[in-house]
């Protein structure tokens, strides 16, 4: 799950493979690696509990995802109008 936010946000950042290329993710995105987590612990089971934790978890993780994603948003969005304002002599 770390390695597919890790991913996520480097994509948001913009960062390049060793070739220049932009990032692009191949392997399965946030939600569908956390529901398969679900279903997993679901078919295991009727550990009410455990399910419980792993919903916990997948929710704080999503939730601080989603954060980071908007501040690297924030940032960059700041950063292009600083540098249209400067272009413009501002």
């Known amino acids: 799950v770390l390695d597919v936010i890790e991913m996520e946000s480097a994509i948001e950042r913009g ?3 060793e070739e ?5 993710i191949q392997d399965p995105k ?3 690696v956390i529901r398969a987590m679900e279903d997993e612990e679901s078919s ?3 550990d009410a ?3 419980t934790i792993v919903r916990y978890c997948a929710d704080v ?3 601080l995802r989603r954060e980071e994603l908007k501040i690297m948003r924030r940032i960059r969005l700041a950063t292009t ?3 249209e304002r400067q272009g413009q002599g501002y």
Do not use: I, K
């Open 15 to 17: 960062d390049v493979d």
């Open 20 to 24: 220049g290329n932009p990032l692009t």
């Open 30 to 32: 946030f939600d569908y």
């Open 44 to 46: 295991g089971g009727d």
């Open 49 to 51: 509990l455990h399910h």
């Open 61 to 63: 993780l999503d939730s």
């Open 81 to 83: 109008r600083s540098a």
